[in-house]
């Protein structure tokens, strides 16, 4: 059974910084996509970034392009979020998923990833 755990996250202000860790067990990133999801009490789970274990090709929502950057360990079982110049609207549950195969294709639809982990709040103040 796969498990993700989230790490990382806490309360920053405005314009600060804060990077999320995802530790998968059993089996390693190299042959999987792997995202990140956000969600908000009463709003739908909005994706954030994916990688592609085997190309190393990044992928990120408009919303974040710029401020964040996803990457992967050398360990290759832990994934990254490097989350800079962060906004108010940033505020979420940050959510680690991954799926089976190496194309993120589609990077951004729940419904393809088939494991989720629990998630870690980041809060941020204006």
């Known amino acids: 059974q796969v498990q993700l755990v989230e790490s990382g996250g806490g309360s920053v202000q405005a314009g600060g910084s804060l990077r999320l860790s995802c530790v998968a067990s059993s089996y390693t990133a190299t042959n999987y996509c792997m995202g990140w999801f956000r969600q908000s009490p009463g709003k739908e789970r909005e994706w954030v970034a994916a990688?592609?274990?085997?190309?190393?090709?990044?992928y990120y929502a408009d919303s974040v392009k710029g401020r964040f950057t996803i990457s992967r360990g050398d360990d290759r079982n832990t994934m990254y979020l490097q989350m800079n110049s962060l906004k108010p609207e940033d505020t979420a549950m940050y959510i680690c998923?991954?799926?089976?195969?190496?194309?993120?294709?589609?990077?951004?639809?729940?419904?393809?990833?088939?494991?989720w982990g629990r998630g870690t709040q980041v809060t941020v103040s204006s």
């Open positions: 998923a991954a799926r089976n195969g190496a194309a993120c294709v589609p990077p951004d639809r729940a419904w393809a990833y088939t494991y």
């Open positions: 990688f592609s274990g085997v190309t190393t090709s990044t």
